[in-house]
């Protein structure tokens, strides 16, 4: 009989809307440059397709919802899952970045998964925000080095609740407030690949999983945020999240 060295990492987990089990993480892959708008802003060349990057799955944070009071503020959602209200300012910057995003939940894996059969391996939607180290991103592209450290730090990745979802992909409006002022307002559909695109894309450089997130990309009106503001977002028709950058 074999035995680990150490207790192996806990596994990372999301709350599911309406459902008392947990997604479990397997991992997350995020999709740069997404939309055009956000291209532009990015300095990017009209030509250049999206592409991936990666974060750890212990990058997840599990936020609240936006708006009132939750009955989960503060506690745990389920046995084992702590509902994170703050995101910790990272060392390192001082100049990280709030990205609204869709995020894609798997059910099922494969490779070389088609376009048409993309939406089948879906389990849900959840709306993301991609913390960026934006100085560090700058000049990691300056020098050609790689985004990990602007991209895959600890708690890079605030989550809303997973909304279970069968059919087409949201559509919808995507949109990100900071201490009530409107930063980020756009819609989903404006994506350049789309999720059946992006899923397809993926499952061609890696075989996919139940348990992989797909951050989706993030639209125009990005920007800097410091301790103390509140993050408010939103993904029409899939939910919400919030939280303090302390
Ligand atoms: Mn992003």
């Given amino acids: 009989m074999s035995a680990y060295l150490f207790d192996p990492p806990a596994v990372v987990a999301v709350p599911i809307d309406g459902q008392a089990e947990t997604f479990p993480v ?3 892959l995020c999709v740069g440059r997404n939309y055009a708008a956000h291209r532009r802003e990015m300095g990017g060349d009209d030509r250049d397709p999206p592409f991936f ?4 799955a212990d990058a997840i944070v599990a936020c609240p919802p936006a708006g009132g009071a939750s009955q989960s503020e503060g506690g ?6 702590p509902v994170g209200k703050d995101v910790a300012y990272p060392p390192k910057t001082t100049n ?7 995020v894609v939940a798997l059910k099922v894996g494969g490779s070389d998964i088609a376009v048409e059969a993309a939406l089948d391996v879906v389990f849900g939607y959840a709306v993301g925000v991609d913390m960026t180290r934006r100085d560090l991103q700058n000049a ?12 895959g730090f600890d708690a890079s990745a605030p989550i809303s609740a997973i909304r279970p979802w069968t059919g087409p992909a949201p559509q919808g ?12 307002d756009a819609s989903v559909a404006d994506m350049i690949w789309n999720v059946a695109e992006i899923v397809s894309e993926a499952s061609k450089l890696w075989t996919l999983a139940a348990g992989d997130l797909i951050y989706t990309g993030t639209p125009e009106g990005v920007g800097p945020l410091v301790r103390g503001d509140l993050v408010e ?3 029409e028709g899939v939910g919400s999240l919030r939280f303090t950058v302390v």
């Fill in 76 to 81: 745990r959602i389920a046995d084992s899952v």
């Fill in 96 to 102: 990280l970045h709030h990205e609204i995003e869709l």
């Fill in 233 to 235: 977002g939103e993904v």
């Fill in 26 to 28: 397997r991992r997350i």
């Fill in 53 to 56: 990057f990666a974060k750890p």
């Fill in 173 to 184: 409006r995507i949109a990100l407030s900071v201490n009530g002022q409107a930063r980020q």
């Fill in 140 to 151: 990691a592209k300056d020098k050609g080095q790689p985004w990990d450290s602007a991209k």
